[in-house]
């Protein structure tokens, strides 16, 4: 157990202590109540605000709402506001918030590669996992269509393709911390707020929008739907809203990968053993052509009831569910490196710089093959949904509390997977050049690469793989103000959750004779132009086989079994681990206000108990608790216990009447990943490298500091700059070690190199400047700065402390138009390089990247408009490198183009 008060909690209890003491002018009279408070929590507010007063239905509009909440809060919080249904400053949520200052999105949470759209949120270049996403104050369970995703890589961050914006109303981002705020962001907290019945103005209400998405690389228009339907009674005691969505669109991506990065020879093998000068040098263990489709179907909706049976007491229920199915084929046809590299010298003439095999030529040997293709078809889902049930009761005048109970669960699997993997190029030779981590690789192979030059067939997996993630909670909070002196309001309340998070791989199949059947079957091609807007010079005119022809020959030719245990059995154990919680956590905070100043402090205490299931491989089936095909484990359970008291402080003081300077201090805690404390060992046969968990990993602690400066010059005018800075205790980084895994192609034991999670200390410092201003009646600009500069005593195996996620510099740009009918907006956002993980036991990273997005607007009368918006106008290729010569991924989704007829009544 581990309890920790530091001298930063000692000093806010003294300033709790001074403030309950203290009596000056009141901050609100009795009369005051009924109207939310500038430091009430967003879902109190939500209740008791007319939308009469805070419809926005332009860009000017939206603008100027957003930094009315931002000036008035009492801590640092960035705000986005919806101009009506649907009508977020870009058509995804996490895309939204990229535009803001300190925020950074990444278009995918394991190694599926960049994708074009965004879906995980980090602030002030830290990790996804270090920040909280909350819908409504609460949580929402999340899971991941990807494979690795629901297995061996599951974060703590909430996936964004499952929330369309069609149901936000504004989102909060919380950059510094109060003690009412659910503890779990140890960077902050983003919070996505939803419309509720009785806040709509008229009786009846109802929206829709139809329209559809152009995609430029899969070449397809796809339909897009989303509708709102509001009722209230006259009298304002009722109302039900019901919203609903459902989109579909293609995907393609088009690539180059090194999947595993760049291995290194050998003094025992032969390549080395015969050129000494190779030995320690780095080459490909496989250079890719990679072919990513996917089409993406998402449905669902939301629905909400409140009820005011008296003028202090509303009931409220709400249910959300969106699904996604994501089934997914990826081809990647490769030069096998890793196969002919050890096994024979390069000729004559090849190129070492800084270590890496740059330039290299290979003759074919006869009986070698040299290309190994995979081709993976997945059927997948992904689902997330809650239902809730909330009490606001104002008890008296002055005592006022809101209760909430609910339960919440994400779903992500992966059903099917139909696998071949079929060597070709055989006695061929290959070649290839490198020219940097900024380019793609050139390069081919010889011999015989059509389905007639297959020389050997495989499969693996056919395994289904599921994540499950479920909550359930309780909270109680309490208001109680105050008609004199400086403590205006006391804050406090408890809060319990118990949530489980499990990855599941409990059936398969057991392959028969798939090839006989297959070779016969349809085949595809790659599209014309395949990865030309990424360049490099590598093969293109590839063939694969259809997804029919795939699922038909192993459906038919493979025995499944369902929850089929012992040695002859498909469960797969070592995939499959259990984090259970459970979490207590206590509050009090004091809100002040004097003259020309206000703020908080406050303490939340938080009890948190782990039980973390998993398995380990053993060699002996004697010695097994459970065994499979699969290989052999016996079961470990650990329990951890944290208890922690968290401190918070902020103050703001109006030095001027359009001069407002904030600062902030905290402590905030974020357990870890849950792969990293669950997931059991695995290992790729391919360059034996693998990953795990470890159960004993601590929480991480961040100090935090923040302070700001804001000037509002004037009406939709700001100008600001801070500074902030977290010095992270127990950040979890990854090293490399040595573990003996089962492999499913000797059936054995083998010695793997092992990613597992360490505990490591952290430091982020940074700043922050912003400026938005309307240029006359119509025009406006916006742009923000952001510089973060982070390291960790981890020192990885490239020699960097890098920490995860940290891009040092981030900036966005953008201008508007708009007049009574017409509207224009144009942004560019952009942020450097970052590290993005290990690939296999290698550091890698993704480099600068930057998007370009534009969208119009016409509103042709009060219940009839027009939009366009278009995505990623500048083509841009995400890459990855492990450093300045050794390139990962090169990845392009093209441009994106949605457009829309909005009906309003």
Excluded at 2 to 15: E, F, H
Aim: proline share 4%; with cysteine.
């Amino acid at each position: 157990m581990t309890y920790r008060k530091s001298a930063l909690s000692a000093a806010i209890v003294a300033c709790l202590g001074f403030g309950l003491g203290t009596q000056a002018r009141a901050q609100e009279t009795p009369s005051d109540q009924d109207q939310p408070r500038a430091d009430a929590p967003a879902s109190q507010a939500d209740d008791t605000t007319d939308l009469e007063t805070i419809v926005v239905t332009g860009i000017r509009g939206s603008m100027e709402k957003s930094l009315d909440t931002k000036r008035e809060a009492n801590s640092r919080l960035e705000v986005v506001t919806a101009e009506d249904v649907g009508k977020l400053p870009a058509h995804n949520v996490a895309d939204t918030l990229q535009r803001l200052p300190g925020v950074n999105i990444s278009s995918s949470s394991a190694d599926e590669g960049g994708f074009d759209e965004a879906d995980r949120v980090s602030l002030r270049g830290t990790s996804p996992s270090l920040t909280q996403t909350l819908i409504n104050g609460h949580s929402v369970g999340s899971a991941d269509w990807f494979v690795l995703s629901q297995g061996s890589n599951v974060g703590r961050s909430v996936s964004y393709t499952l929330l369309p914006s069609e149901l936000v109303s504004s989102v909060e981002v919380n950059k510094s911390s109060q003690a009412r705020l659910q503890d779990g962001g140890t960077t902050g907290t983003v919070n996505i707020i939803t419309r509720r019945p009785l806040q709509f103005a008229d009786q009846i209400s109802a929206e829709a929008s139809i329209g559809a998405v152009h995609s430029d690389n899969a070449e397809s228009t796809d339909p897009q739907f989303s509708g709102l339907f509001n009722y209230k009674n006259d009298a304002g005691t009722f109302g039900v809203l019901v919203q609903a969505f459902k989109q579909k669109r293609e995907l393609s991506r088009q690539a180059q990968e090194i999947p595993g990065g760049f291995f290194q020879i050998a003094a025992t093998d032969p390549a080395g053993i015969s050129n000494p000068d190779l030995v320690g040098v780095y080459a490909p263990g496989l250079l890719g052509s990679t072919l990513f489709e996917q089409t993406r179907d998402r449905k669902g909706g939301l629905i909400d009831v409140q009820f005011k049976p008296s003028d202090n007491l509303t009931l409220g229920v709400s249910g959300f569910s969106s699904e996604m199915k994501a089934n997914n084929y990826n081809r990647n046809f490769m030069l096998w490196g890793g196969n002919f590299a050890r096994a024979q010298a390069p000729d004559a003439g090849y190129v070492v710089r800084d270590g890496v095999l740059t330039e290299a030529t290979y003759t074919g040997v006869a009986g070698r093959p040299y290309a190994v293709y995979d081709m993976i078809y997945r059927e997948a889902t992904a689902k997330s949904n809650y239902a809730t049930f909330d009490v606001d009761w104002q008890i008296n005048e002055n005592l006022s509390s809101r209760f909430q109970a609910g339960t919440t669960s994400g779903e992500g699997s992966t059903a099917r997977q139909f696998i071949a993997e079929v060597t070709v190029a055989d006695g061929g030779g290959a070649s290839w050049t490198s020219h940097g981590a900024g380019s793609p690789l050139d390069w081919s192979v010889g011999g015989d690469i059509s389905p007639a030059g297959v020389t050997s067939f495989g499969t693996w997996g056919n395994q289904e793989v599921t994540a499950k993630d479920d909550e359930d909670w309780f909270t109680a909070d309490f208001s109680q103000y105050f008609n004199g002196g400086t403590l205006s309001s006391i804050d406090f309340g408890v809060r319990y959750a118990d949530h489980e998070r499990k990855a599941l791989s409990p059936e398969g199949a057991s392959p028969g004779d798939i090839w006989s059947a297959l070779q016969g079957g349809a085949t595809g091609s790659y599209p014309d132009g395949f990865a030309s807007d990424i360049g490099g010079n590598f093969p293109r005119d590839l063939w694969y086989f259809t997804p029919d022809a795939l699922k038909e020959a192993i459906l038919n030719n493979s025995t499944w079994l369902y929850d089929n245990d012992g040695p002859t059995g498909r469960h797969n154990y070592g995939a499959e681990w259990t984090v259970a919680e459970t979490n207590l956590a206590a509050y009090v905070q004091a809100n002040f206000t004097g003259d020309r100043w206000s703020g908080n402090v406050g303490l939340r205490y938080v009890n948190v108990d782990q039980d973390i299931d998993t398995y380990q491989s053993v060699a002996d089936p004697a010695n097994a608790d459970v065994s499979s095909l699969f290989g052999n484990w016996i079961r470990k359970s650990t329990n951890n216990k944290h208890s922690r008291v968290l401190p918070s402080a902020n103050l703001k003081f109006d030095l001027a009447d359009d001069l407002v300077f904030r600062f902030a201090a905290s402590q905030t805690q974020t357990l870890p990943d849950y792969s990293a404390l669950g997931a059991s060992s695995w290992g790729s046969d391919l360059n034996k490298t693998g990953g795990g968990g470890n159960p004993n990993l601590e929480p991480v602690l961040s100090t935090n500091f923040d302070a700001n400066l804001e000037w509002y010059f004037m009406p939709r005018g700001l100008l600001s700059v801070g500074a902030f800075a977290m010095d992270l205790q127990d950040y979890v980084a990854y090293g490399i070690e040595k573990q003996m895994l089962f492999s499913e192609l000797t059936h054995q034991l083998e010695e793997y190199n092992v990613s597992v999670p360490v505990n490591a200390d952290a430091k982020v410092h940074g700043v922050e400047v912003a400026y938005e201003q309307p240029i006359g009646e119509f025009f406006g600009v916006l742009a923000n700065y952001t510089y973060s500069d982070g390291s960790t005593s981890h020192t990885w195996a490239d020699g960097s402390n890098n920490l995860l996620g940290n891009s040092k510099d981030t900036y966005n740009v953008g201008a508007y138009f708009e007049n009574d009918r017409f509207g224009a907006r144009v942004s560019y956002t952009r942020r450097s390089s970052f590290l993005i993980g290990l690939s296999g036991a290698n550091p890698y990273y993704q480099d600068d990247f930057g998007t370009l997005s534009a969208s119009l607007s016409y509103k042709a009368s009060d219940w009839l408009s027009f939009s366009f918006d278009a995505l990623n106008l500048n083509n841009p290729t995400i890459k990855y490198y492990q450093n300045a010569y050794i390139p990962t991924s090169f990845y392009n989704n093209g441009r994106q183009y949605y457009f829309n007829v909005r009906l309003k009544y």
